[in-house]
């Protein structure tokens, strides 16, 4: 199993450009989350999916779209980039419910710089 | 809402000495507790989990943790540290009802110095 995989690894935009950040998961999981991490402020969420054709917003969600269209991928597009949009992104994916144990699989992040 | 405070966000320490990393959180209802660890570089691992049962909680690596839930902690512990444990730490709470949502803490950045 590959996992969890993001790509680009690294990415730098111009203000107003627009990007799709790539997640995708093999291991058939129904949860999958997008998580923003910055210097001292840990990670906050950004947009989850419960399930194919199901998402939600989290805490920070302005300036951001999802979609669901399959199990295994789970987009981010930046519609129109922001330097405050400076980030490491990271997607997770998690079986639903206890009997998953409630754990999330991390991918190895993006780092998207917006000058 | 849930919302978690770690701390201390850097930890330095000798190598083989004892640490301790200090985690509370606050939340009006049940919750499922974590910890995280991130290596430079790398994405997130999860160390170890409380959902329910036993307070003591151990994990890979060496570390464990307890929950105390009338002083609202998840510590994590270990009683002999190594280099190769220099990374951010990162606790985490979710309400059960939305496990996929976490919420994270600042991180504590621990150092192991030879």
């Known amino acids: 199993n590959a996992g969890v995989t993001q790509t680009p690894k690294f990415q730098v935009l111009k203000t107003g450009q627009s990007m799709t950040l790539q997640c995708a998961q093999d291991m058939n999981h129904e949860y999958m989350s997008w998580y923003r991490q910055d210097p001292g402020m840990g990670l906050r969420l950004i947009h989850y999916?419960?399930?194919?054709?199901?998402?939600d917003q989290g805490e920070v969600p302005n300036g951001y779209n999802v979609s669901r269209s399959t199990t295994e991928d789970f987009p981010l597009r930046l519609l129109s980039a922001a330097p405050s949009q400076t980030s490491v992104y990271f997607c997770?994916?998690?079986?639903?419910?206890?009997?998953?144990?409630?754990?999330?699989?991390f991918g190895p992040g993006t780092r998207l710089t917006v000058t | 809402a849930q919302s978690v405070t770690q701390l201390d966000s850097q930890v330095p320490v000798f190598e083989e000495a004892p640490v301790e990393l200090r985690c509370n959180y606050s939340s009006s209802v049940s919750v499922y507790l974590f910890w995280y660890v991130q290596y430079p570089n790398q994405g997130l691992q999860l160390l170890l989990k409380?959902?329910?049962?036993?307070?003591l909680v151990k994990g890979i690596n060496g570390f464990e943790a307890e929950f105390n839930k009338s002083q609202t902690s998840f510590h994590l512990r270990k009683p002999s540290v190594h280099i190769s444990d220099t990374a951010e730490y990162f606790c985490a709470v979710s309400d059960g009802r939305g496990a996929q949502k976490l919420v994270f803490g600042q991180g504590t950045r621990l150092t192991i110095n030879p």
């Open positions: 409380y959902l329910s049962g036993s307070t």
């Open positions: 999916s419960v399930g194919a054709g199901i998402t």
């Open positions: 997770a994916s998690s079986y639903g419910g206890l009997a998953g144990g409630h754990e999330q699989y």
